[in-house]
Nanobody, 125 residues
Framework: QVQLVESGGGSVQAGGSLRLSCAVS????????MGWFRQAPGKDREGVAA????????EYADSVKGRFTVSRDRANNMLYLQMNSLKLEDTAMYYC??????????????????WGQGTQVTVSS
């Protein structure tokens, strides 16, 4: 059974950095399209960053371009999100997600069928 477990969230001041991690278990080599999503209170869930199976293709929400970087380590079944220059509006629950097929291009629209439990990121002034 595939499981995703996020870690690395916390509280940080605006302008600071955090690195989120997502550990994938129950499968070897995680041959998935993967992504990070977030949901703030009272708002819909939105895609933050996505990465293709091979890691060569990435997609970012306009609001995080230039500040966030998604990466993956398939050998160790890990997904990462480096978040720099954090803003108040980045406060949200962040979720790791996987779509169980190989993709050559990253996209938020893939049918993500595995989700982690989320890790909270709180940015304060």
């Amino acid at each position: 059974q595939v499981q995703l477990v996020e870690s690395g969230g916390g509280s940080v001041q605006a302008g600071g950095s955090l690195r989120l991690s997502c550990a994938v278990s129950g499968v070897t080599d995680a041959p998935f399209c993967m992504g990070w999503f977030r949901q703030a209170p009272g708002k819909d869930r939105e895609g933050v960053a996505a990465i293709s199976t091979g890691g060569s293709s990435t997609e970012y929400a306009d609001s995080v371009k230039g500040r966030f970087t998604v990466s993956r380590d398939r050998a160790n079944n890990m997904l990462y999100l480096q978040m720099n220059s954090l803003k108040l509006e980045d406060t949200a629950m962040y979720y790791c997600a996987a779509a169980s097929f190989r993709c050559g291009s990253a996209a938020f629209s893939w049918p993500y069928n595995y989700w982690g439990q989320g890790t909270q990121v709180t940015v304060s002034s």
